[in-house]
């Protein structure tokens, strides 16, 4: 068995909610199998947000106890983000090219 990838190399807090939120997102749509391959994927490398308990020390989450903890996320939430981006990317681009379209 391999080692999990959070014990070669500590894995970003940005990066493990992105993962989070990528199958918040898929879970919710037609990739259910794709979602459920990646929560496993995500809970085998332990590529969750890590939980703190009641003495401060950080443990491993599951999926589900992260889900359960972040009610307040809602299931689109990535999308939510992508749609706030899409203006201030396509004005960075547009900024770029000196107003080009292209």
Request: glycine fraction near 6%.
């Amino acid at each position: 068995v391999a080692e999990p990838l959070s014990a070669q190399r500590p894995v970003p807090i940005a990066e493990s909610e992105l993962y989070f939120l990528i199958a918040r997102y898929l879970l919710t749509g037609p990739c259910q199998r794709a979602a459920q391959v990646l929560v496993q994927e995500l809970e085998q490398w332990q590529l969750l947000p890590k939980g703190l308990d009641w003495e401060g020390n950080e443990h491993n989450r599951s999926y589900e106890e992260l889900v359960l903890s972040s009610k307040h996320v809602a299931p689109d939430r990535l999308l939510q983000i992508c749609q706030r981006i899409s203006p201030m990317l396509d004005e960075e681009i547009m900024a770029g090219r000196g107003g080009s379209r292209l």
